[in-house]
């Protein structure tokens, strides 16, 4: 089982993520995703860390994201950012908890019209965990309120073996008691300094099975796609391999109703 602070050690060098190439492409199909953004729109981000997304969001136009990690040093990351960027109007607030358990009462109380889960639905290490996570993203949303997910789609790509978008999947272990689903480590490196944490995966997550979400009443799946993004364009013979076999995907739903 991972540690729930494995991300501490390596909050500073994360908040180069971006320059990695994978994760170019994950921040252009995020910001697609999230379209352009209203000052009245409020944004939960689940799992947001030092709030790359979050700050992507407010760039776009929204009012107010509500960032909520694990991790301690990656929201005093952010933090530092927002500092850094001169932003005092708490547009991003950042707040402390375990996305797999209910969230703290200030937070469950309201509804948003955004919900973002990027990657967190990658750290659940049982059913269980999952339906949590889930949990928390049906009864944050607004009716009708929009939901964006980077999540695995493929651990075994022929490409992440040799670390061709600049992040590599290894030493797969199955998950069978709390699963089915799987647990392996993600590596690469940010600004010359070797990354590795463990990501788990259940079966459900991987081959977009929505029966969780949808019994809580949740739907409208889609999937951003990789062939017009404007990363992918820019030069399609490198960005084959993904598009033919992607790593991960950006997922789309809603709450329904409204």
């Not at 908040?15 to 995020?30: A, F, G, H, I, K």
């Not at 089915?180 to 940010?190: A, I, K």
């Amino acid at each position: 089982m991972a540690p729930r602070t494995q991300y501490d050690p390596i909050a500073t060098q994360y908040t180069s993520y971006s320059t990695v190439p994978d994760m170019r492409l994950e921040t252009s199909l995020v910001r697609t995703a999230l379209g352009p953004c209203q000052p009245t729109d409020t944004i939960l981000d689940l799992g947001g860390g030092s709030g790359l997304h979050a700050r992507t969001a407010v760039d776009l136009g929204a009012g107010r994201v509500d960032v909520v990690d694990i991790s301690p040093e990656m929201l005093l990351a952010g933090r530092q950012i927002e500092e850094s960027l001169g932003r005092t109007d708490r547009r991003i607030r950042y707040i402390h908890s375990d996305v797999t358990k209910p969230l703290p009462p200030h937070l469950a109380e309201q509804k948003y019209d955004v919900v973002m889960a990027n990657w967190v639905l990658d750290h659940a290490e049982s059913i269980d965990d999952l339906i949590g996570m889930w949990r928390n993203i049906a009864s944050a949303l607004k009716p009708g309120g929009r939901f964006v997910n980077v999540r695995v789609r493929c651990l075994r790509a022929g490409y992440l073996t040799r670390g061709k978008y600049g992040v590599v999947f290894s030493d797969f272990e199955e998950i069978v008691t709390g699963g089915p689903g799987w647990r392996y480590n993600v590596s690469f490196r940010l600004d010359g300094v070797p990354v590795v944490f463990e990501a788990t995966s259940m079966e459900a997550t991987l081959e977009l099975d929505h029966s969780i979400p949808e019994s809580m009443g949740m739907g409208g799946w889609g999937v951003v796609p990789l062939e017009e993004d404007e990363v992918v364009k820019e030069d399609r013979e490198y960005w084959a391999d993904h598009v033919g076999e992607p790593s991960f995907v950006v997922v789309v739903g809603r709450k329904l109703g409204g």
